[in-house]
Structure formats: C-alpha cells, structure tokens
C-alpha cells in the first residue's frame, strides 16, 4: 500500500456523488479529468471540483480501465486507520461465511467476495489448511500486498480458520507461495470430497463461488441425465451423481481436468458406469 501523508486528489470529470454515495466501487478511466502520473496501489481521494471536499477514497491502478476502486467516503484515513479497517473488513467477511458453513461438512469455500465484501479488487478462497488470493490487477496487488501474507491472514482468520499457507495469484506471473502448500490435496465441500491443486491448478480445481448453485442442482436432478460443459473437473457432476443423477456426461477440452473429474468421482465412490469424461471441445461436442 502506497500512501502519504496527504493523498493526491483526483478531480472527476463526470458527476459521481450520487453513485458513489450509494456504494459504487468503480471510478472509469474516463471519468477522471486528467490522469496522474501515480505508481498502482497509492491511496488517492475523489473530487468533483478542484480543490473540492474528497467525496470518496480508494487505490489507484495504473493499467486497469478501473483507475480506482473505492473503498471509502471522505477524507482517506491514516496508513495505520486503513490497515486496521482492511483487517476489520477481513474479519466481518470470515464471520458471515462461517455463521453458514458446517465445519464438519465444508473446509474449503470463499472467504472473501471482492467488492461484496467492501475488499474491491480481491478474492480470497480458504482451502483447508490454505488460502488463495487471487488480485485484480497490479494496483490490488500494489495495495493489499503485505496486509495478505501470511502473518495478516493468520490475524484475521484468527483460530477458525488454521491457515498455514497462501497462494497469490496474479494476471501475469507465476503464483506467490508463502508457507509450503501441498501439490495436491483432498477438501470438502457439503460433505463431498474433491482433490485440489492449488499451484498449478486453475482456481484451485473448485470454483468455490459456485457452492450454492451446485447445491442446487443437486435437487433438480434425481433420475435425470446431466450434460456439464466446460466442466473442468467435474464438481457439478459430482454433485448431481451424488444426488441420483442416472448419468453424467462432463466434457472439458483440458484432458487434465477430465482425469480430475474421474478422480473425484472415484474419492467420492460415486458409479464410473454411470458417467462419462469427454476430453474435447464443448461445441463441437
């Protein structure tokens, strides 16, 4: 996080008091009227006229279309006052995620929703023992950087989550490893069991977000046969074979993900005669 003791000031060039107000995270490249020369992840505020009143603070990015995301109204708080509210926001977002989840049934899901948990420009996923970040964009990178690693994440998640590695992902670049997280490893998910892979893996092998819906396609689909395209490896097909389903095609154009997907019917003895793995294009398919 890159800030002073006096946060530059970004005069817009259209009339945002409204939708900022009303908690729009995103300020547009174009909505500025003129673009600074500032390093990605400074801490700047927002003002509708020169020399104005800030309406609103955030982070800068240099490349994003998204030149800031906004993470407060007003005046910028001190470096310390920021820190302490990223940790506080962290914390709200565990809290919330944990008042839903059996532990006993689910240790892997998403701490952390981005902008929907008023932490802009990040997604954090707990898997087991490890946590992912995933940033969007340099300037989150540049911002969060050292408020999550390792020892942050550790205060935050506090003794509900025992994390004792962290994946950071960017758009370029090879994922940041603190702590030593396995090659591969088995999590659950409402009771089912996947292996996931969380360095070389996309997203881990489990795209978390997708919980709820996986849950609910478990009910539609008793005696049913269900097509999953694009289904990497294999998670909603998973479901729905645990659920009844009479079979299951999953088709994915990565053989990889398709070898996963056997794999996670086979943690989960779920019939392999009663599923199919297409290692090939969804379309043509």
Known sequence: MSSSPAAPILVLRKALARALAQGH????RQALATEP???????????????????????????????????????VPT???????????????????????????????RWVHGEADALPGIHVDVYGNSATIRFDGEGAHAFYGDQLALPALLV????????????????????????????SFVVMENGLRFMVDLVHGQKGGLFLDQRDNRARLAELCVGKRVLNLFGYTGAFSVYAAAAGAAFTDTVDVAAPAMAAARTNFE???????????????????
């Open 156 to 183: 935050a998640a506090g003794k509900a989550v025992p994390i004792q590695s962290v994946v950071a992902r960017r758009r370029r670049g090879q994922p940041e490893l603190t702590g030593a997280p396995a090659e």
């Open 79 to 109: 470096a310390t006052k920021v820190g302490a509210e990223i940790q506080a926001r962290l914390e709200h977002a565990l809290a919330r995620r944990l008042d839903r989840l059996p532990p006993a049934r689910t240790n892997a899901f």
């Open 37 to 75: 020369r500032l390093p990605s992840g400074t801490v700047v505020m927002l003002s509708e006229v020169q020399n104005g009143t800030p309406l609103a603070w955030g982070y800068w990015d240099a490349d994003s279309a998204i030149a800031v995301r906004v993470l407060g109204m007003g005046t």
């Open 267 to 285: 943690l989960n003895n779920l019939d392999l005669t009663c599923a199919a793995f297409h290692a090939e294009d969804a379309f043509a398919f």
């Open 25 to 28: 995270p995103w300020v547009y």
